[in-house]
């Protein structure tokens, strides 16, 4: 992002910043006390997929730019489309000029070339193609505008009721034009992570670590997942990040242990250190995860990974983070209630000593930061056990 474009942006930071205060001011020494760090983001949930009950919530109303997170309802809007009959996955798009143009992460479409839906859909899921993005609305509606009002009442229509959509890919606003951010909740987006995953294939898609994209005149981009808990995280095939300065970065995951799947999702979490700026965000929805399956009940017959069509995450409290089942100090952790596939990696468990942690970067004082516009440096590395940085 050039200078010039960020600077008008400091508003929309200062906003954002100032949205969140109130209520994180009143949570960050009971989120401490829980042992999540309460600085590593603005909104946290984590869900069990099947029942919608939250195993963990942290000021999961307070609204926050998701970034690319937004191409989960952009995915959700072609999958439904495709189950209508409107569109086939071998349906071939024709690109618009106005999508070859559109920046940030991208598969560099070529103006006027042909590209299947189904292979538009990789390139939005896996490396997080904005270009991708405006190609498929535009084939869906015709135009950008027309595909966000979709995405609005599709947005109403499931439960989403803290969320506005203004684009099919995120991007951070043109505050000069008079442009608005994305807004969501960590609440909505768990709420659009339990509708995909039980209606759609997006697994398919979002559990893609790496597929070569081709063109029409037959170049090849090589696409990277842009989510690195695929792998290090046992279980973990999706689902979607997000990132731009001002919105911090954002991730909406899903996990799948012993037949019980659990959602996590993270907003608004601060840029680290060093190259991989992402890593608070990661540590912390890693640790999410671990205290979700601590905190799902035992099993008392098999669960279905699907969650039922309709469903919607539960509305609970936002005075203060939440853990359903936490371990106290006179109840010990629920032991896993079933064994895993053959050959499967074990879970952590969230009271293990060796489960992923914060832990400090060295002992130099942070830097300081210039302008709102700069992300706060972080203070910790996502460690998993058993891998390498």
Not at 295 to 301: G, N, R, Y
């Amino acid at each position: 992002m050039s200078a010039p474009f960020s600077r008008p942006l400091i508003a929309l930071a200062v906003w954002i910043a100032a949205g969140a205060a109130f209520a994180a001011a009143a949570t960050h020494k009971q989120s401490a006390s829980s042992g999540i760090n309460p600085e590593a983001f603005r909104g946290a949930i984590v869900v069990d997929a099947a029942t919608g009950k939250v195993l963990f919530e942290d000021r999961a109303d307070v609204q926050s730019p998701p970034a690319s997170v937004t191409k989960l309802m952009t995915f959700y809007i072609v999958e439904e489309k495709i189950r209508a009959g409107e569109l086939k996955l071998d349906t071939p798009v024709t690109v618009s000029a106005e999508a070859s143009h559109t920046g940030g992460s991208r598969v560099w479409l070529v103006d006027k070339e042909q590209i299947t839906v189904e292979e538009l859909l990789y390139a939005l899921m896996v490396p997080s193609a904005n270009d991708a993005a405006v190609a498929l609305a535009t084939q869906v509606s015709g135009s950008k505008a027309a595909f966000v009002d979709l995405m609005n009442i599709k947005a109403k229509e499931i439960g989403m009721n803290n969320t506005v959509f203004r684009s099919p890919h995120g991007l951070p606003p043109d505050v000069r034009k008079g442009q608005e951010p994305d807004l969501s909740t960590a609440r909505d987006i768990a709420t659009l992570a339990r509708k995909l995953v039980a209606e759609t294939d997006i697994l398919k898609y979002s559990s893609t670590r790496h597929r070569p994209f081709k063109h029409q005149n037959g170049k090849v981009i090589e696409m990277d997942n842009h989510n690195h808990l695929l792998g290090p995280v046992p279980g973990c095939d999706g689902l979607k990040t997000g990132y731009y300065r001002e919105a911090g970065f954002s991730l909406a995951a899903t996990v799948q242990r012993n037949g019980r799947r659990i959602i996590a999702v993270v907003l608004g979490s601060p840029a680290g250190q060093g190259s991989h700026q992402w890593e608070l965000r990661d540590t912390v929805t890693t640790q999410l995860i671990e205290r979700g399956f601590a905190a799902l009940p035992p099993a008392t017959s098999p669960v279905a990974s699907a969650v039922p069509t309709g469903a919607t995450a539960q509305t609970g409290s936002t005075s203060g983070p939440a853990i359903a089942g936490a371990p106290t100090a006179s109840t010990p952790s629920p032991a896993p209630s079933a064994q895993l596939q053959p050959g499967a990696p074990a879970p952590v468990p969230a009271n293990d000593p060796t489960a992923p942690s914060l832990i400090p970067v060295g002992t130099d004082e942070p830097k300081s930061t210039q302008g709102t516009d700069t992300p706060p440096d972080a203070t910790v590395h996502l460690v998993i056990p058993g891998t390498k940085k």
